[in-house]
């Protein structure tokens, strides 16, 4: 009963340094997203992805490239990390891609990513 | 644009006392409301959602809250507040294939 699994839960990473977190679900979820959650900002969404292979961008993409290769599988690579994308980074899924409305998302227990 | 606005930062509560946070949401249309709590240091949990019908909806935990249209607000309630209850709250509207979340209200329980 896994759900939403996010590695790793905590990195920290030097300023230009790439990294990529993962994402998997085990729900056969069609919808999968990225949030980042920073104090007093709420969640913001990332980029999201309705379905293997597609994806697009969402409230705060810069600096953040996704694929999704797999209906399981949706990860957030960083190409060349900055201090501003200190944060907290949630993935969630949902089953279907018809709209966040009546389809409830699903959280993972999220990454710290410090940047130094 | 679809908005939420959760007007308190930070509210502190008796334990066994009610509580009430506050959320407010711009939306055109018909809105898809959620409330998701978040434990320190966890991820966020589906407390309770408001997709049509009946205007107070039930949750989890003990947790109810009341869609008003002519107000624009969807307010979370509990009648006896735990000290478990202690967390952050988001209040958030569905968008497209997006949820937009207010900045949370973080409840602190004491005793």
């Known amino acids: 009963n896994a759900g939403v699994t996010q590695t790793p839960k905590f990195q920290v990473l030097k300023t230009g340094q790439s990294m990529t977190l993962q994402c998997a679900q085990d729900m056969n979820h069609e919808y999968m997203s990225w949030y980042r959650q920073d104090p007093g900002m709420g969640l913001r969404l990332i980029h999201y992805?309705?379905?293997?292979?597609?994806?697009d961008q969402g409230e705060v993409p810069n600096g953040y490239n996704v694929s999704r290769s797999t209906t399981e599988d949706f990860p957030l690579r960083l190409l060349s990390a900055a201090p501003s994308q200190t944060s907290v980074y949630f993935c969630?899924?949902?089953?279907?891609?018809?709209?966040?409305?009546?389809?409830?998302?699903?959280f993972g227990a999220g990454t710290r990513l410090s940047v130094l | 644009a679809q908005s939420v606005t959760q007007p308190d930062i930070h509210i502190t509560v008796s334990e066994g006392a009610s509580l009430e946070l506050r959320c407010n949401y711009s939306y055109g249309a018909t809105p898809y409301l959620f409330w998701y709590v978040q434990s320190p240091g966890q991820g966020l949990q589906l407390l309770l959602k408001y997709f049509s019908g009946d205007t107070l909806v039930q949750g989890i935990k003990g947790f109810e809250a009341e869609f008003k249209r002519s107000q624009s607000s969807f307010n979370l309630r509990k009648p006896s507040v735990h000290w478990s209850d202690a967390a952050e709250y988001f209040c958030?509207?569905?968008?497209?294939?997006?949820?937009?979340f207010g900045k949370g209200t973080t409840l602190s329980v004491s005793s």
């Open positions: 992805s309705v379905g293997a292979g597609i994806t």
């Open positions: 958030a509207v569905a968008r497209g294939t997006a949820l937009i």
């Open positions: 969630a899924s949902s089953l279907s891609s018809g709209g966040a409305g009546k389809n409830i998302q699903y």
